[in-house]
Nanobody, 125 residues
Framework: QVHLVESGGGLVQAGGSLRLSCAAS????????MAWFRQAPGKEREFVAA????????NYADSVKGRFTISRDNAKNTVYLQMNALKPEDTAVYYC??????????????????WGQGTQVTVSS
């Protein structure tokens, strides 16, 4: 079993920045891809960014390319999401996820085996 805990969410003005963290604990010996998804009120959960086990491959949703950066520190079993130039439409609950079956940074929600509880990000205009 793997436990994921997100942190770093909060309230920020448009144009500002936030850095989310997701720490994994439990059975973390596998080579697993990690991702961030988000869900706004009344909307489906959508892909934001993903990173391979080695960190050499990343994948981003078009809506965040050039503004968000995903990274990971395997020694700390932690993945990060640096969010810059935030917009009100980025407001959502952000979830981290782990794909225990593959190190490939997929954008498909169904690939991900484990999920965190989520952290709220609110961007005011």
């Amino acid at each position: 079993q793997v436990h994921l805990v997100e942190s770093g969410g909060g309230l920020v003005q448009a144009g500002g920045s936030l850095r989310l963290s997701c720490a994994a604990s439990g059975r973390t010996s596998s080579n697993y891809a990690m991702a961030w998804f988000r869900q706004a009120p009344g909307k489906e959960r959508e892909f934001v960014a993903a990173i391979s086990w080695s960190g050499s491959r990343t994948n981003y949703a078009d809506s965040v390319k050039g503004r968000f950066t995903i990274s990971r520190d395997n020694a700390k079993n932690t993945v990060y999401l640096q969010m810059n130039a935030l917009k009100p439409e980025d407001t959502a609950v952000y979830y981290c996820a782990a794909d225990w079956n593959s190190g490939y940074p997929s954008s498909s929600r169904t690939r991900y085996t484990y999920w965190g509880q989520g952290t709220q990000v609110t961007v005011s205009s």
